[in-house]
C-alpha cells in the first residue's frame, strides 16, 4: 500500500528493461577490429595464463582490441591476485589464531574480496558476465541489416 506522496518501496528484484530512456543508439560508434594484443612482459604468471585464455576468445568476438590492452591487463592481474589469494585460504584456512588467543581473518581474506570486485567491474566491461551479455547488441547477420542506398549506388 502506498502512502500519499511517497514513492513505493523499490523490491529486490529488478527486471531488465532494455532502452529505458529510448535513447537513440550510437550507430557509429568507432568498432576497432578485433585482435588480441600483445601481453605485458610484466603480468604474473596466472595473469598471462588467463590473458592467453580469454584474450584468444574475446578477440574472435571482436570484444578486445589493441586499444583494450591495458584494461585486459588489469583484469587478468586482478585475476592473477584473487586466485592466490583463494589458493592460500584454501592451503591455511581463513582465520589464524593471534599471541593473545584471539582469531583474526588472514589479509587473504581481504585481498581476494577486493580483487573479485575489481575483476567483475572489467568482466562487465567485456560482457563476461551473463548480465552484461544480455545488455550488449552484436552486429547484424545480414538479413536484418538495414540498406543504405546511397552505399549501393557509390559501390556500383
Same mark, same amino acid.
Given at each position: !500500500?502506498?502512502? @500519499?506522496?511517497r514513492k513505493p518501496k523499490p523490491t529486490a528484484l529488478k527486471v531488465l528493461e532494455g532502452n529505458p530512456g529510448h535513447r537513440p543508439l550510437n550507430k557509429k560508434e568507432p !568498432? +576497432? /577490429?578485433? /585482435? #588480441? +594484443? @600483445?601481453? +605485458? %612482459?610484466? #603480468? =604474473?604468471d596466472d595473469a598471462k595464463k588467463e590473458w592467453k585464455r580469454l584474450g584468444k576468445v #574475446?578477440? =574472435? !568476438?571482436? !570484444? #578486445?582490441? %589493441?586499444?583494450? @590492452?591495458?584494461? &585486459?591487463a588489469g583484469y587478468c592481474q586482478a585475476y592473477a591476485r584473487w586466485k592466490g589469494a =583463494? =589458493? &592460500?585460504?584454501?592451503q591455511h584456512g581463513d582465520m589464524v589464531r593471534t599471541p593473545n588467543g584471539y582469531l583474526q581473518q588472514v589479509p587473504q581474506v581481504s585481498i581476494a574480496q577486493t580483487n573479485l570486485k575489481i575483476m567483475l567491474k572489467f568482466c562487465e566491461q567485456f560482457g563476461l558476465t551473463p548480465s552484461a551479455r544480455s545488455r550488449m547488441i552484436g552486429e547484424d547477420t545480414g538479413s536484418e541489416r538495414e540498406v543504405d542506398e546511397m552505399e549501393l549506388i557509390l559501390r556500383g
Open positions: !500500500m502506498a502512502v @500519499r506522496g !568498432m +576497432p /577490429k578485433g /585482435k #588480441l +594484443p @600483445r601481453c +605485458p %612482459e610484466w #603480468l =604474473e #574475446l578477440a =574472435e !568476438m571482436g !570484444m #578486445l582490441t %589493441e586499444i583494450d @590492452r591495458a584494461a &585486459f =583463494e =589458493e &592460500f585460504i584454501t
